[in-house]
């Protein structure tokens, strides 16, 4: 149940202390151009030590592309890759072995297989997410030669709305000061996307997307369009009109809707805003219980971010790319 | 892709005024009673009529069994069913065939697959929820017998939050008497998953239960836990210590969690929030195009809820049983 | 587990003496022409006694197509459809729910689900090959829109290979006469798969023909092109060599591969040969045990064919037209 | 398309000459010891070298296990491995890049896709099979706690049955001495699966191990039990009678249905027999025609086997394997 997609698939596999975290991405179409480079710079936006208040490991993160991409093309074929582990500190991780850190899947992670790798988090570590970045990253590749590009940013960081980055730095360092964490909103708009892609009943798009977000570690909440503000409105507020453009295209006057209407994306952007819980590992001592249930205080340790949302960013885009480029293929056989 | 689910799997057919809508139930463990009076009673929780402010068609919707269950008890088969549409009035949808009603699937629809059954919507019709309902219904009653029962509720309707049944039914009938419609948010809670239910990378079971809720029509928004509001809060605010119980079971403090850690059930109850849009059509005049871009304006007509969120609410429990009962068939195959 | 198929697939249901067997055919592109008699008489190939040795159950199989078909074409959405059970003479099955037929799925099926419906062999009766059939039908009637035509041909009945239709008629009547049963081999040949469909590593086009001939009841082999005979020969000898074909199109000289090569058409014919065993059902007393281990001998009764074969030609035409026609929509997606 | 199984699931990557081959075992049981020393032998079954005829081309094929497995045991989560291509010539290949060899993929991959690695064969190579050995050895390793063993032969070297190994090698190298190649048939047999394996429909145990089986290179054909010779004897002939046998269980006298009835297994061995086509890729110069349809004789160079066979077995075995326990572990959702 590692894998994603219907047509596009991506399978993962790795835990943040093995040897490698890494993916098998299927169903690419053949003959595409793949600009590794372009895709490493991309995987970089999610490496740590880029804001303050992101984790100071660092990861590094080279792609290796193990197959299904020959002479910068892609082949048709599965497209092995993987990402090495290097800078791992298992030694950090010696105590979490027998506690549970709240917030964490520790103990869930217990409860569902009777074992697990403590060694940072093994595959609950948000490390998993490289995997998606290198996939989505391709994805995004090809969509931009079919006119779809994909934009996100935070909007929410802790309980500020807005601030220009500067400040928003200020405030991650100011929480970490304080060895406590942030959570945030990021908002996401795919701009390009045709009309006719989803499924109409259980593959809704938005499901798909939703789906796809709310498998980001740390994700709580996901809203497209109007999102929940749209459950507060009168019908004949949020009422998207069609209209006839000037190129002879048909499009709506507004978007409430979020460019998907009846599952099926409509033409316009697609809109949507996706919750971050603040990060559970916190630089200060928390109180806890091991495997017997016996008190146990947890030292910080090991090195953290205080918000995960600046390094989430390509993780989202990545996901909406690989929702996105699956749909398109889907819906070459909708019709002869 | 009509279908849902892994090992229990639900695939739906059916157009709103075609012969009939219908499933197959797949998956469903062998040997479990099945109450079919007790079933058509929860079916019945989602028909027309109840409250103010809902269509008057008369659905009855009577649940037709055909396969999968011999002597009360399930075969391990799968369980195909039917509920004939009696009572559609196609002639009501004429001028629909060449507009595009706004906020509504025509256009889009029409894009993805050149053609469209125009009457009553088609399967792009809330009607095709009522083979959701069924098989939800199955689901919860097995979910019963395990321990796990599923309740939801209204928690808002247009701005109104937590008002009493009468308080809403009025409000509804306030906004119908304007031709106007309004929508909300349903909270829903399972109760008596054990630890250890849902698949931690794209599986995680906020990720399957939110495609599953976001593949609801209408729906615009789903958070889990503390939802929204934790993207606002500080770690420290949101941590679910763990404690030992004096039945010697481990449990959290508080829940801000929403029953899931890592993508993975903890215990603790699930909890979970659903935004629904305002219903779209409206018993008023309305603007819009038609297929050739032009102006067309459309009549109200047909018979229309105000507001679906009183007959959404056994939709919202039934997708959240199909999930949950899935779940807990999976975790059956991760130890030996 | 009850679906068949990638894009295309099919979700059948029922069991022989229910009320209904059906299926869901989700994936058929929109705007495809289907002629429900010539589905109809599709269907009646099936039917009971065409032949000498067939079974005499006047199975009538009319089919009520419920959804996904509006005015004579394809919507896109999934088309479900039933087909009722109306001879059903359940009394004739009593003695089977605690005995153990040999070579039936009796023994299997309790030991599988605990529970089985013994009237008529259940679910494991080949009255559920009808679903397969309907649906089927409606993929050729699509595949003979893009050139694509099957035939399938009885090339062996018992001992007796290539024999005409009334001493084929001859042979299964005397084995009739004597309470015995015949098995036999029927050959299948797809012509006008265009080269370039089939899934490369597991999905080659010969594991998927093989898995949809293997599912059905009595099947016992299969194979493509020369193939066990294939075994015995040298490379030498089976080399199928290109050639330039006056229209410009390639070709190959020779088919011993059977139309597939890599595990994908080449655009020659795809040839293949299915086996049946004898059928299990006897006119003749047959020892065995009950549910406890007791010896026990079943009288014949119901009314049983002594060789499937005339009826199962339909059968393997349906499975492999299910085949093709979901890897001629997949191979739409193989590139841009 | 690259993915097999429902539960337990391999999804494999990789061309002949690029630089690993590899694979994602996803659904292994968590807590399952794994000897990686025994994986190393059980894949080292399947290299070049072990028989007159085979390649000399030393693959080496070390096993990198890359997640899923920590202290020898198995954490439930994917288990990634690589196996690097270390001996390739890839001068070798040239030619090939514009030609269609006989009997090869060359043709129909560049109909697919439009695109082809032609090192090698790229992903067409039977190189491939290394990873589904990996895979397949770690299955047969839990199978044995299980208490079900595998066991294949060799039955028929080109029309040789039943010869003695040295035997054998000596028509091999006859065959390889004369630039020609030789097929056969391999039987496996699989011991002491339980009874009620299976999915009954279209997840026939025979479907999904005929499925498994024809999708490795140069199989033509799969029968089990006694397959194609059934076709031709009567029923009461082949009649597998039940016995209750001194331990109290229920049995069957004879195994002519190869251990599997109504698609479930019934607990004797699981029997089947496949065909290998003779190698394509012969010693000698071959006639054929290049991309623009031009005559091209393609002259004799790289290394190859003149026979599979003996490389198949332990191919053979690991696909039987994935199959069987995939099966075990759906199994246990049948009943709650």
């Known amino acids: 149940m590692n894998t994603i997609g219907k047509i596009l698939t991506l399978t993962t596999f790795g835990e943040s202390h093995g040897p490698a975290m890494g993916g098998v991405l299927d169903g690419m179409p053949a003959g595409v ?5 372009e895709l490493q710079r991309f995987v ?15 990861e590094k993160d080279r792609v290796e592309v193990l197959s299904g991409i020959w002479q910068g093309r892609t082949l048709g074929t599965p497209i092995g890759f993987i990402v090495r582990n290097t800078d791992a500190r298992s030694n950090d991780y010696d105590e979490i072995a027998r506690c549970y850190r709240p917030n964490h899947a520790d103990f869930t992670w217990e409860a569902k297989y009777g074992i697990r790798d403590p060694r940072g988090g093994g595959r609950a570590s948000a490390r998993e997410t490289v ?3 290198v996939a989505g990253g391709m994805a995004i590749q090809l969509l931009e030669k079919l006119g779809v590009t994909i934009q996100s940013r935070i909007v929410q960081v802790g309980p500020h709305r807005d601030v220009p980055v500067e400040e928003m730095e200020r405030v991650i360092a100011e929480a970490a000061s304080q060895g406590d964490t942030l959570g945030g909103i990021i908002s996401c708009t795919v701009h390009g996307v045709p009309a006719g892609m989803g499924e109409p009943l259980f593959g809704k798009l938005q499901a798909q997307l939703a789906a796809a977000m709310m498998s980001i570690p740390s994700v709580h909440g996901f809203e497209y369009g109007d999102g929940f503000d749209m459950a507060a409105k009168r019908g004949s507020e949020v009422m998207d009109t069609f209209e006839k453009r000037d190129d ?11 460019g998907i209407q009846g599952g099926i994306s409509n033409g316009e ?14 630089m200060r001592s928390v109180p806890t219980i091991d495997r017997d249930g016996n008190p146990v205080t947890l030292q910080p340790r090991g090195r953290h971010d205080a918000c995960v949302l600046p390094r989430a ?6 996901m909406a790319a690989l929702v996105i480029l699956d749909n398109c293929l889907i819906k070459k056989t909708n019709v002869l």
């Open 33 to 37: 151009e793949i600009d590794l480079e």
């Open 44 to 58: 970089a936006r999610r490496r740590a030590g880029q804001t303050v208040g992101a984790s100071t490991r660092d």
């Open 131 to 133: 995997a998606r970045v």
């Open 248 to 258: 002879g295209s048909i499009g709506t006057v507004t978007n409430h809707s979020g």
């Open 269 to 282: 952007d697609i809109t949507m805003r996706i919750a971050f819980k603040p990060v559970p590992t916190m």
């Open 313 to 318: 960013l390509p993780i989202v885009e990545a």
